[in-house]
T-cell receptor, first 115, second 109 residues
């Protein structure tokens, strides 16, 4: 158990809909990362937050947005969903910035299926 | 543009042999490099970290090298076992953390 909790584990929805994925980081970790992994694809970096502030942005579509709340949990919002958005979405947390080595602890992922 | 390449999509080896996986990168100056293991449908799990000023790091049957001149890291698993079968990912840590596509290792008994 990595200590990172992601909900929901599975989500099936229709094109054009909007969903919210939630992530609770490990206790004490200030950084949260979001990644997308499509079938047989590598991990695509979406966005990173550190202590509530956006720290780095990757290949995140304009239809996607994220935020980190004061209690450090994070949400990834995906809107106007398309078939190609079907993927496993991972959240990871890190102690980066608090003396940690930057290693990431991943949740088990949220599997999104868009029909 | 920044690129991370793990130059084998899949690697099949016999139990007991040494597996060697490669990670190359371009247009990147990482502070350090990490290796992760990912099993199907699961989140990646951290294995090893090596800093830019370190040449080699070991942990049990694992060994990582880091050559900043060649912009390459090698990941070795010695005395491989079927339980080592998984996808192995390298990750570069700079301003953000980016992953290679991974190498799927299969160790046959």
């Amino acid at each position: 158990d990595s200590g990172v909790t992601q909900t929901p584990k599975h989500l099936i929805t229709a094109t054009g809909q909007r969903v919210t994925l939630r992530c609770s980081p490990r206790s004490g970790d200030l950084s949260v990362y979001w990644y997308q992994q499509s079938l047989d694809q590598g991990l695509q970096f979406l966005i990173q937050y550190y202590n509530g502030e956006e720290r780095a942005k990757g290949n995140i579509l304009e239809r996607f947005s994220a935020q980190q709340f004061p209690d450090l949990h994070s949400e990834l919002n995906l809107s106007s969903l398309e078939l190609g958005d079907s993927a496993l979405y991972f959240c990871a947390s890190s102690a980066y910035g608090t003396g940690g080595t930057g290693e990431l602890f991943f949740g088990e992922g949220s599997r999104l299926t868009v029909l | 543009s920044q690129k991370i390449e793990q130059n084998s999509e899949a690697l099949n080896i016999q139990e007991g042999k040494t597996a060697t996986l490669t990670c190359n990168y371009t247009n990147y100056s990482p502070a350090y490099l990490q290796w992760y293991r990912q099993d199907p449908g699961r989140g990646p799990v951290f294995l090893l970290l090596i800093r830019e000023n370190e040449k080699e790091k070991r942990k049990e049957r694992l060994k990582v090298t880091f050559d900043t001149t060649l912009k390459q890291s090698l990941f070795h698993i010695t005395a491989s076992q079927p339980a080592d079968s998984a996808t192995y990912l390298c990750a570069l840590v700079g301003e953000d953390m980016r992953f290679g596509a991974g190498t799927r290792l299969t160790v046959k008994p």
